[in-house]
């Protein structure tokens, strides 16, 4: 199958300083990724929904100030969690189809933030 | 898009075959069937997909029923590597949408 990668796989950071996450569609283009977040035990819960050239598209309760997403070309997405508290250490994993063709998701590694 | 209703947990013997259930009883007639698996500290993997056919692969079988509002997810010989959760998803076809996971199912594949 199609593959996405991110990185990094896994980071530690200071309470207060930035973290960028990327994701990067391999061998396909993908106008659009999504970005989960999933807590210890928990099931995978949908942040947002990255578009190619434009704007995010945010769930209710996620704050788009501090998650900031960027979708520059068809094969990168980014996740920067900014001014990162303890509270927002989890596993993040983005997302994307290939086409409209095709019917399946591709899930990257999932990057595991530790905020200290 | 519809909502599944998944076991908590399940265990099966090592080498047997593990059939994990599905109840998806508001399905709508564009609505497909997905199942993926996580396995811990790793992103989900796809496994299969289907409509109204019963679907095959070289990781699993998927057998939806009649009437559309259950199905099984079959893997004829489990492994130890084939500990995970299991979600079952049904979506229509959007290349727009995402994907809604519910708590899904934990395997416990058994030596």
């Known amino acids: 199958g199609a593959v996405v990668s991110q990185h990094p796989s896994w980071v530690i950071c200071k309470s207060g300083t930035s973290v960028k996450i990327e994701c990067r569609s391999l061998?396909?283009?993908?106008?659009?990724m999504f970005w989960y977040r999933q807590f210890p035990k928990q099931s995978l819960m949908l942040m947002a929904t990255?578009?190619?050239?434009?704007?995010?598209?945010?769930e209710q309760g996620v704050e788009k100030d501090k998650f900031l997403i960027n979708h520059a070309s068809l094969t990168l997405s980014t996740l920067t969690v900014t001014s990162a508290h303890p509270e927002d250490s989890s596993f993040y994993i983005c997302?994307?189809?290939?086409?409209?063709?095709?019917?399946?998701?591709?899930f990257g590694e999932g990057s595991r933030l530790t905020v200290l | 898009d519809a909502k599944t209703t998944q076991p908590t947990s399940m265990d099966c013997a090592e080498g047997r075959a593990a059939n994990l259930p599905c109840n998806h009883s508001?399905?709508?007639?564009?609505?497909?069937v997905y199942w993926y698996r996580q396995i811990h500290s790793q992103g989900p993997q796809y496994i299969i997909h289907?409509?109204?056919n019963n679907e095959t692969n070289e990781m699993a079988s998927l057998i939806i029923t009649e009437d559309r509002k259950s199905s099984t997810l079959i893997l004829p010989h489990a492994t130890l590597r084939d500990t995970a959760v299991y979600y079952c998803?049904?979506?229509?076809?959007?290349?727009?949408?995402?994907?809604?996971f519910g708590p899904g199912t934990r395997l416990s594949v058994l030596p």
């Open positions: 289907g409509l109204k």
């Open positions: 998803i049904v979506r229509v076809d959007n290349y727009g949408q995402n994907f809604v």
């Open positions: 997302s994307a189809r290939t086409g409209a063709v095709s019917r399946e998701l591709f």
């Open positions: 990255s578009n190619e050239g434009s704007k995010a598209t945010y």
């Open positions: 061998d396909f283009q993908a106008t659009t």
């Open positions: 508001t399905i709508s007639g564009n609505e497909y």
